[in-house]
């Protein structure tokens, strides 16, 4: 088997998407996901440019060796751009290959070490009433694992919560939106709104809380230990990772458990805070991370140290990443948990697929490769539209991490 040809689809159903179809000559095909929020179109230039006329004739069997072409060919190497655009590849081949071997990827992968995959989902509120009632609606619905962001009294437009009654979506169109922030109001806020979640929702229900990389250390420090007594599943992104040493003033402050990496690219990122056992989930995600192939090797390395994965998956990752994510899930031992943060009807229709949800677990299917589908005709009716994430300003007009 050769592969033939390979194009990308770029669509906005509600959302932007860059999908990339590798197509080979026996007919079989095989979707990757491309999409770098905010950033889309550089991927599609990248992989048009000068990663697509590269693919074609190769054997598409040949996973490993064409990563290792694309990352070590290249001679420049990591950042999103190119990572997301070899993500793709790999997703694809991934796919082609579960296809041609009539299997689900999961099983190219080891095999099932479980039945289905724990999710956690977002709730929010506009105050600490909303929130709970978010969080009260979602455990409804079955799952078991929630999220929780409110909006902090005195700080407009707070992450993770939604301007309108939407459900929260992190990217807009048009040019960047200003959020604003102030850590101390959020210090002082947020043990009180976990306070009232767990007191209404009881001791069971993971809570999960995401800081969106804005606490120096010591402030990060300061609130995993006040939300010591609501025994988080974890904290995410308590402060920004580039110096992978910050994280071990946290640790050795708190015992609430921290997650990050979901604007990780490469192993290396990551390396410090595992090997020295500063995290206890990894959040980087198959699109933006190098594809199945490299994440399996982060994955391993992080079992070795008991860190287990907690991988991204926002509304920014289309339901291709979604279904990789979900196989990965299914076969690795060190699995923690998986974000869902559901997608639109329309985009759904787009991308049919083959995963499900029931009672807090999800489910990649058995259909042969990733098991999701793109409708092309549908697509083109949703052409690409610029959108930014926001950025955010401290109360001073200061520009701070969003
Ligand atoms: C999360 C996230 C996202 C990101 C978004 C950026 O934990 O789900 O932090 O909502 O902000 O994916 O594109
Ligand atoms: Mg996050």
Not at 52 to 57: M, T
Not at 277 to 284: P, S
Not at 290 to 315: N, S, W
């Amino acid at each position: 088997m050769k592969i033939e040809s390979a194009k990308l689809i770029v669509c906005s159903p509600d959302r932007n998407f860059v999908t990339l179809k590798i197509v080979t000559d026996e007919g079989i095909y095989g979707l990757g996901d491309a999409t770098l929020n905010g950033r889309e179109l550089a991927v599609a230039s990248y992989l048009t440019e000068h990663v697509l006329p590269c693919l074609i004739g190769r054997d598409p069997f040949q996973i490993e060796d064409i990563w290792q072409y694309l990352y070590r060919g290249a001679y420049w190497r990591r950042g999103p751009v190119t990572m997301s655009a070899i993500a793709a590849v790999d997703m694809a081949l991934w796919d082609i290959k579960g296809k041609a071997l009539n299997t689900p990827v999961y099983n190219l992968l080891g095999g099932k070490s479980r039945e289905g995959v724990l999710v956690y989902t977002h709730a929010n509120g506009a105050d600490i009433a909303e929130a709970v009632d978010s969080v009260q609606r979602h455990a409804a619905e079955g799952y078991l694992a929630v999220r929780a962001q409110s909006g902090v009294p005195g700080v407009a437009s707070s992450y993770g919560v939604p301007k309108s009654g939407k459900p929260y979506e992190p990217a807009e169109r048009g040019l960047p939106s200003e959020s604003l922030w102030s850590t101390e109001k959020y210090l002082n806020f947020v043990p009180k709104l976990f306070d009232a979640v767990r007191k209404a929702c009881g001791e069971d229900l993971h809570l999960l809380h995401d800081v969106h990389h804005r606490l120096t250390p010591i402030e990060a420090a300061r609130l995993g230990k006040a939300l010591e007594p609501y025994h988080l599943y974890w904290m995410e992104d308590p402060t920004p990772a580039e110096n992978q040493d910050a994280f071990r003033l946290i640790r050795e402050h708190t015992v609430t458990p921290i997650a990050t990496g979901e604007v990780f690219n490469s192993f290396w990122d990551a390396h410090d805070l595992i090997r020295n056992q500063w995290i206890d989930y990894l959040r980087m995600t198959i699109v933006h991370g190098g594809g199945i192939t490299a994440l399996k090797k982060a994955a391993d390395f992080a079992a070795v140290y008991q860190v287990r994965t907690g991988f991204h998956g926002a509304t920014d990752l289309s339901p291709v990443t979604m279904a990789a994510a979900l196989h990965f899930g299914l076969a690795i031992h060190n699995f923690g948990i998986q974000e869902h943060m559901p997608h639109t009807k329309l985009t759904d229709e787009v991308f049919p697929h083959a995963y499900t949800f029931n009672a807090g677990y999800m489910y990649p299917g058995d259909a042969p490769g990733l098991g999701v589908e793109i409708d092309e005709a549908l697509a083109a009716k949703y052409p690409y539209q610029r959108a930014y994430l926001p950025i955010a300003r401290k109360l001073d007009g200061t520009l701070t991490d969003w």
